[in-house]
């Protein structure tokens, strides 16, 4: 449980928890460094600007677990996609309002930068802090921090996932999809998925899945037909049902495979009213199951 903080410092909470999660990916180590953040904080009366400095160390606090992960993730199986916090489904509204939400389409790509070239970009493209600010918390000059955003930008960019649809436009198309692809209406599935379309799945080798991303609307389609009919007969109590993933629209399975309990997660990237990406979390240890 959190320590409870000083009110000058909670002023500040919820600005430096979407901060620390838009570069960390990962909402539970967000609200680490956070409270990390608070603690040194808390030892240092007498700061005159408590959300610079504060920026600054839950930054610091980031930038140092982002390095400590790149070591990790070199030897992880397959890809990596971010935890996924599944959420009751509820009225797209109300996430709607939520401000610090970040779709995972964003952190995907997100995740496909440097660590330094993550902490520029999500400072001053996401937050607008001046690239001095930027430079002290990377401990390098303005004009490398400067670089550092520029090429987090253009790698962003290049490697773009689309997403413009809101939660109830992206429940529509993801429904229509997995319905399609259960059934094996290619007609629709190529009318619902972008030409460009790309599947990532993370079993984290604990759970049988794409090595790879898979790229195109047909062999999106056949995956994800073959998935949804050879691989669902094989299982047992079979639960499918609405949930949210940071705000977005997401479908989760629970189902038993020969004896062993199976738990995923699937949600899109939608733009133009077509899927441009679908992310797939098979890793248990990846899926946080929130109230449900």
Not at 52 to 74: K, Y
Not at 76 to 84: A, S, T
Not at 208 to 221: D, H, M, Q
Request: net charge neutral; with cysteine; charged share 20%.
């Amino acid at each position: 449980m959190p320590l409870p903080a000083a009110p000058e410092f909670e002023a500040h909470r919820s600005y430096l928890t979407a901060v620390a999660f838009r570069i960390l990916g990962n909402r539970a180590e967000a609200e680490d460094a956070v409270q990390e953040a608070w603690l040194r904080f808390a030892q240092q009366p007498g700061i005159r600007d408590a959300r610079g400095w504060l920026t600054t160390v839950t930054s610091r606090i980031c930038l140092d677990q982002l390095n400590s992960a790149r070591v990790r993730r070199t030897a992880y199986p397959g890809e990596w996609l971010p935890v996924f916090a599944v959420d009751p489904d509820a009225d797209p509204a109300v996430h709607a309002e939520q401000a610090d939400q970040v779709s995972m389409a964003l952190l995907v790509v997100l995740e496909r930068l440097t660590p330094e070239q993550r902490v520029a970009f999500v400072l001053h493209d996401a937050f607008g802090l001046p690239f001095e600010e930027v430079a002290a918390v990377l401990d390098t000059t303005p004009a490398a921090a400067r670089q550092h955003a520029s090429r987090g930008r253009r790698a962003a960019a290049d490697g773009g996932i689309r997403h413009t649809a809101g939660p109830a436009e992206q429940r529509r198309v993801l429904t229509a999809f997995l319905t399609a692809a259960q059934s094996g209406d290619f007609r629709t599935l190529a009318a619902v998925l972008a030409p460009d379309v790309v599947a990532i799945s993370d079993g984290g080798g604990v759970v049988r899945s794409a090595l790879r991303p898979i790229f195109g609307a047909e062999k999106v389609g056949r995956l994800f037909h073959g998935l949804l009919t050879h691989r669902m007969a094989e299982m047992t109590d079979v639960m499918v049902e609405p949930v949210t993933v940071e705000g977005g629209a997401a479908m989760l399975l629970r189902a038993r495979l020969g004896g062993a309990p199976v738990c995923s997660v699937v949600t899109v990237a939608v733009d133009g009213g077509r899927i441009t990406g679908v992310f797939t979390q098979q890793n248990p240890a990846k899926v946080l199951l929130r109230d449900l």
